[in-house]
């Protein structure tokens, strides 16, 4: 059974660091992600890293203050999170998926709140 577990979220201060971790169980995967969902808004991609780790893709807003890495040997997806800002605020969500051509994501975490208070 495919187990997608996220930890790590909470409260943080504009401009601090959080560091959010996905544990995988069940399989390994192609690509794993991290997307999050503010109130009212659409699910919004964040960033995804494949199998090997040395591909990386992030989105515009993230781009060099977020991180996103993996330990194969855990099976675990982390994303270090740095000058965090209020509209980073959002539930996050891991996910997988086991093609890396696939559009879609198979598997999904139940999520972790990050809220960022200005």
């Known amino acids: 059974q495919v187990q997608l577990v996220e930890s790590g979220g909470g409260l943080v201060q504009a401009g601090g660091s959080l560091r959010l971790s996905c544990a995988a169980s069940g399989r390994t995967f192609s690509v794993m992600g991290w997307f999050r969902q503010a109130p009212g808004k659409e699910r919004e991609f964040v960033a995804a890293?494949?199998?090997?780790?040395?591909?990386?893709y992030y989105a515009d807003s993230v781009k060099g203050r977020f991180t996103i890495s993996r330990d194969n040997a855990k099976n675990t997806v982390y994303l270090q999170m740095n000058s965090l800002k209020f509209e980073d605020t959002a539930v996050y969500y891991c996910?997988?998926?086991?093609?890396?051509?696939?559009?879609?994501?198979?598997?999904w975490g139940q999520g972790t709140q990050v809220t960022v208070s200005s």
């Open positions: 996910a997988a998926k086991r093609d890396v051509n696939a559009k879609a994501y198979d598997f």
């Open positions: 890293i494949r199998g090997s780790g040395r591909t990386t």
